[in-house]
């Protein structure tokens, strides 16, 4: 059975990466894999500095399958499975469904609206004990509420 949902302190520090495995989000894939420069973000830098350092950088199914229909051409589609084909892929199981719906019904009853792919995410971080590198918002809303880590 995956680890249970429990409220986070909202004192609690952030993940140090250099510590902990990251869950890399499409949001953060998207921008470091652009054609032009990748922006100078944050999230791509630090994701830069832990593949340079060898650190544990896992994905999902979900995350390849959003990166692969956000960007055109056969070019394209191959430098994404080529790059991310040496990462370690997390897959769901059925209890880990199970607790992402649980986690999105409590991020609901707060106010927070987490999308079911999203609530996978952040369920598959807390069962494996990963910092998620986001660039999305809604994770760091529904952080406040549920045992999610987030990279910075």
Do not use: Y
Request: charged share 20%.
């Amino acid at each position: 059975m995956g680890r249970q949902l429990r409220p986070q302190d909202r004192t609690q520090p952030q993940a140090d990466p250099a510590q902990v495995s990251l869950f890399v989000d499409t949001s953060v894939w998207s921008l470091a894999l652009r054609r032009d420069a990748p922006p100078d973000h944050a999230a791509v830098a630090l994701l830069r500095k832990t593949l340079l350092d060898g650190g544990n950088i896992l994905i999902t199914g979900v995350v390849l399958q959003e990166l692969l229909q956000g960007f055109h051409g056969p070019k394209d589609r191959t430098r994404i499975i080529e790059r991310l084909q040496v990462l370690p892929l997390l897959n769901p199981t059925r209890e880990t469904h199970i607790q992402a719906a649980a986690l999105r019904n409590i991020c609901r009853r707060h106010g927070v609206q987490l999308g079911t792919i999203d609530a996978l995410i952040a369920q598959l971080c807390i069962e494996h004990d990963l910092a998620l590198l986001t660039t999305d918002n809604d994770f760091a809303h529904a952080a406040r509420f549920v045992a999610l880590r987030l990279a910075i």
